[in-house]
Each structure stands twice: as C-alpha cells, then as structure tokens.
C-alpha cells in the first residue's frame, strides 16, 4: 500500500518558519520528482517547490529565497523548511511523488498551514 504521509503543519506568525516533511513508503519503483504543492481556500492546486531524483530544484516565484526543498532519497522523503511566511501562503500542503515510467503521481493527505497577521 503506497501512502504519503505529510507532517510539520501548524499556525505561525506572519515572518515565522515552519519546516514540512513528507515520507512515502510502498513505492516498489524509484521515485523521480518530488514536489510540494498547496491549495488555497478557493483556488486551484499550484505548483510550491520540486526536486528531482540527482537534486536539482525550481520554486514557485512566490516562494523563492523563503522555502526551501530537499529530499533524502534513501528515505524516499521530501523536506519544505519555510521562512518569512506570509499572509499569502496559507493552505493545504501537498506532497507529491512521481513515478514517470509508469506516469503515476502519488499524494499525500495534505496538511495544513495556517499564518496570523
């Protein structure tokens, strides 16, 4: 049974940091991206951070210079440590895993972020 089990959610104040974590396990096939994507009361999923299978990473504009991914393989993990949040970033946090072989994506549950003013 694959699952994707997100932790690492909670309320902070607008400038604080919260750090994401994400683990999957009963993916029999290497894993190539992994990704963070959230959702936002109202709007669609977009896109947050991914990296790939040897590391290299890209981010959402809104994100750059603030989070931060990175992933252990060995674990088959994904890590979202985010700074400076703000007003904006409010929402579900999802973690994907993408097997692209077999053209599966894999998710999480979601977990919540939530940032006072």
């Known amino acids: 049974q694959v699952q994707l089990v997100e932790s690492g959610g909670g309320l902070v104040q607008a400038g604080g940091s919260l750090g994401l974590s994400c683990a999957a396990s009963?993916?029999?096939?290497?894993?190539?991206?992994m990704s963070w994507y959230r959702q936002a009361p109202g709007k669609q999923r977009e896109l947050v951070a991914t990296i790939t299978s040897g590391g290299s990473t890209s981010y959402a504009d809104s994100v750059k210079g603030r989070f931060t991914i990175s992933r252990d393989n060995a674990k088959s993990a994904v890590y979202l440590p985010m700074n400076s949040l703000k007003p904006e970033d409010p929402a579900v946090y999802y973690c994907?895993?993408?097997?692209?072989?077999?053209?599966?994506?894999?998710w999480g549950q979601g977990t919540q972020v939530t940032v006072s003013s």
């Open positions: 009963g993916i029999i096939f290497p894993i190539n991206d």
């Open positions: 994907n895993a993408r097997v692209a072989w077999i053209c599966v994506d894999y």
